[in-house]
């Protein structure tokens, strides 16, 4: 039997700038269980972005920089990089900065799925959330298929404080997408993957269920293993990427400036 070669890749956290060490060992912990052993899954946060995550369109759009500058700094030490939201924010600018593949589990997620059914259904964490998934979903081309977004009404950092009641939630919501034709259910958000709910969903409702991070882990295995990039006809990659490091990193050290004042 083939052994899968190693893959070391980079999970950025977009939603949480710092999070404690206990949630960095969770991550890792439920990561390095996905990629198996002999790879690693590494767990960094963004470090541009506000202190508090906006589950819309505006936390989607302030954690770009971050990852841009988290790609661009980090990925020589790595195969491939995994952006730890399902909205896949910042992924074609990433892509073209990048110089490893940088994945999406949203699109990832959408691929699988397309694999076992005609038409899905998502269940992500908050109501918030479902215009921004429902019009991914249309640039991805998808939404014919998708037969409705519905959400738990848990924030992201909720989903483990109870998980028989994020299950139960999730079981509700999975059966009215079932009953509206929904043949197989994405998990809407990357925090579903670090606990077993989509094995537990699928025995619940009977029909597939895609993991967000196996899903994202997966596509880096395969895009590692394949050396697939972008065309640059369908993404324009940044040559001179000088500028634009530059003013990240002055965008970063704005950010870090008074934090550090206030410390003193």
């Known amino acids: 039997m083939r052994v899968l070669d190693p893959?070391?890749?980079?999970?950025?956290?977009?939603?949480?700038?710092?999070?404690?060490?206990?949630?960095?060992a969770r991550l890792t912990a439920g990561g390095q269980a996905a990629v198996g052993e002999g790879s690693t899954f590494t767990?960094?946060?963004?470090?541009?972005g506000p202190a508090h995550y906006y589950e819309n369109a505006v936390g989607l759009a302030c954690c770009v920089p971050g990852i841009l500058l988290k790609i661009i700094e980090r990925q020589a030490d790595f195969d491939a990089a995994l952006l730890g939201c399902w909205g896949d924010p910042g992924l074609?600018?990433?892509?073209?900065?990048?110089?490893?593949?940088?994945?999406?589990?949203?699109e990832a997620s959408v691929a699988f799925a397309s694999m076992a059914a005609q038409r899905f259904g998502v269940v992500t964490i908050?109501?918030?959330?479902?215009?921004?998934?429902?019009?991914?979903?249309a640039w991805l081309g998808a939404t014919g298929r998708c037969t409705g977004v519905r959400a738990v009404e848990l924030p992201f950092y909720a989903l483990v404080d109870d998980p028989d009641e994020t299950l139960r939630r999730a079981v509700v919501e999975s059966k009215a997408l079932i009953a509206g034709g929904a043949q197989a259910i994405l998990l809407g958000c990357m925090s579903f993957g670090f606990y077993p709910f989509a094995r537990q969903l699928e025995?619940?409702?009977?029909?597939?269920?895609?993991d967000p991070l196996k899903a994202g882990v997966a596509a880096a295995r395969a895009h590692v293993e394949q050396q697939l990039l972008p065309s640059p006809h369908a993404i324009a990659p940044?040559?001179?990427?000088?500028?634009?490091?530059?003013?990240?990193?002055a965008v970063r050290a704005g950010l870090r400036a008074p934090a550090a004042a206030g410390k003193r």
């Open 43 to 48: 767990v960094e946060p963004i470090d541009i």
């Open 7 to 24: 893959l070391r890749l980079l999970y950025v956290v977009v939603d949480d700038l710092t999070p404690s060490a206990d949630e960095l």
């Open 126 to 137: 908050m109501g918030s959330d479902i215009p921004e998934i429902e019009a991914y979903l």
């Open 92 to 106: 074609r600018a990433a892509r073209a900065v990048a110089r490893i593949p940088v994945i999406g589990a949203a």
């Open 203 to 210: 025995d619940a409702v009977g029909v597939p269920v895609v």
């Open 238 to 249: 940044v040559e001179d990427q000088r500028p634009l490091v530059e003013w990240l990193e």
